[in-house]
């Protein structure tokens, strides 16, 4: 039962942030980090593969286990959390989702300005020169346990490409990084939806948001309550949690 002082807050809202982990994905195939790797990656853990030394140590582990995820993402479709969140953006004056997830799902459900904190799977560049390639990488078509994978070699001076996602270690691009905290300033209503709100600075982005006077909703089964005020929580799945929100705050 959502709390009819929820739903009046969504409706009197100007501005909603919707912030997104991989939870917000899992219902469209796609392994949330909580996940075990399977296949070649079996041993592995997903933090320790997802650094610039992992890639440096093994650059066709790295690169397997990045063409098998973006085979995924390619073979997913956005769930009906996906195309709720897309949806709301039609029902309120301001919407500004702002995702930790590397995979297109948002964008392909329809969602407009998309913040994303940690990069993508499909904008590759130089791992020596920084540079992207002339054109986008073929269609992956990977074995389902996956494969060691040479990384394609960059047409300007040679050097491996590797994905343009941001590793542990590495800094956010400043852009989205600002442009997220600012947005998390400025709202009235922020969901925070399949994230286990462990990986910094991302993890500041709903904070930043309650300190700024905003309500703050957790969509997550195993959501984690602070028990504040101005703090609600949906606990159960975003692809049920999400369009029922959605449709009981704007239902015509
Ligand atoms: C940096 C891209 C600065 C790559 C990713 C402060 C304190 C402690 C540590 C640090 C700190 N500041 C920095 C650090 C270090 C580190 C960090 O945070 N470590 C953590 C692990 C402690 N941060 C960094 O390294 C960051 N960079 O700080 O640089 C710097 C740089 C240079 C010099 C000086 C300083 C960079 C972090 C970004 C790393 N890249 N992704 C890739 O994808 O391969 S992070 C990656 O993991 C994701 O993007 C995401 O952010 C995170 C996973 O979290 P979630 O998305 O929440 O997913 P998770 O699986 O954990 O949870 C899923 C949730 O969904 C669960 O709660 C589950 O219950 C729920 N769920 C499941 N099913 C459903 C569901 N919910 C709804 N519906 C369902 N159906
Ligand atoms: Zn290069």
Redesign the pocket.
């Known amino acids: 039962m959502i709390p009819p002082t929820l739903l009046t807050a969504m409706r009197a809202a100007r501005h909603i942030v919707v912030f997104t ?4 994905s ?2 469209s195939g796609i392994p ?4 075990t790797l399977t296949g070649l990656w079996e041993r592995f853990d ?2 320790s593969l ?1 650094t610039p030394q992992a890639f440096l140590q093994d650059p066709e582990l790295v690169w397997g286990w990045y063409e098998w995820r973006r085979m995924k993402a390619v073979q997913a479709q956005p769930n009906p ?1 996906h195309l709720a969140i897309a949806a709301l953006a039609r029902h309120v004056p301001k919407l500004t989702v702002v995702t ?3 995979d297109d799902l948002h964008e392909r459900a329809g969602s407009a300005g998309v913040i994303h904190l ?2 993508s799977l499909h904008k590759p560049h130089c791992f020596d020169c920084g540079r992207q390639p002339a054109k986008a990488l073929g269609m992956p078509l990977e074995p389902e346990g996956g494969r060691r994978l040479e990384p394609p070699r960059c047409k300007h001076c040679d050097g491996r490409l590797r994905p343009g ?8 691009p400043s852009d989205a990084m600002h442009a997220a905290f600012a947005a998390a300033q400025n709202c009235d209503v922020l969901l925070s ?10 993890a500041e982005v709903p904070i930043l948001a309650w300190e700024s006077g905003a309500v703050v909703v957790h ?4 959501a984690v309550a602070h028990g504040e005020e101005r703090e609600y929580t949906l606990a159960g ?3 049920e949690q999400v369009p029922a929100l959605v449709q009981q705050a704007f239902a015509d």
């Open positions: 982990g991989a939870g917000v899992a219902e949330t980090f909580r996940d997903a933090a997802a959390a930790q997830n590397v940690h990069g996602v941001v590793w542990f270690g590495e800094s956010l939806i399949g994230t286990s709100g462990v990986v910094y600075p991302a969509i997550n089964p195993h799945a975003a692809g």
